[in-house]
């Protein structure tokens, strides 16, 4: 059963950093394109970051760049998110997102990133 867990969420001061975790069970990461997104109270969900497949491409919100970066270990079955200098608008859930392509997307069920002094 294809599934995706997210781990790494907290509560942490301005200024500090995160690292989230995806992990993949029940298929490999390896041929599929992947995304964060997060999604504040009372905001749509938005999306922050995706990786290529192999990992060599990388994109970013403007709001995040410069201090997020995403990465993945195809070997690990994970992607991660890196997030420095945290500021309290990033405070949201936050939700790894596999591009399925014809067989679906599919989405982890979340992980509450909070940043607050």
């Known amino acids: 059963q294809l599934q995706l867990v997210e781990s790494g969420g907290g509560l942490v001061q301005p200024g500090g950093s995160l690292r989230l975790s995806c992990a993949a069970s029940?298929?490999?990461?390896?041929?599929?394109?992947l995304a964060w997104f997060r999604q504040a109270p009372g905001q749509e969900r938005e999306g922050v970051s995706c990786?290529?497949?192999?990992?060599?491409?990388?994109n970013y919100a403007d709001s995040v760049e410069g201090r997020f970066t995403i990465s993945r270990d195809n070997a690990k079955n994970t992607v991660y998110l890196q997030m420095n200098n945290l500021k309290p608008e990033d405070t949201a859930v936050y939700y790894c997102?596999?591009?399925?392509?014809?067989?679906?997307?599919?989405w982890g069920q979340g992980t509450q990133v909070t940043v607050s002094s």
């Open positions: 997102k596999l591009f399925g392509g014809l067989t679906g997307d599919y």
């Open positions: 029940g298929f490999p990461l390896n041929y599929y394109d």
């Open positions: 990786i290529s497949r192999g990992g060599s491409n990388t």
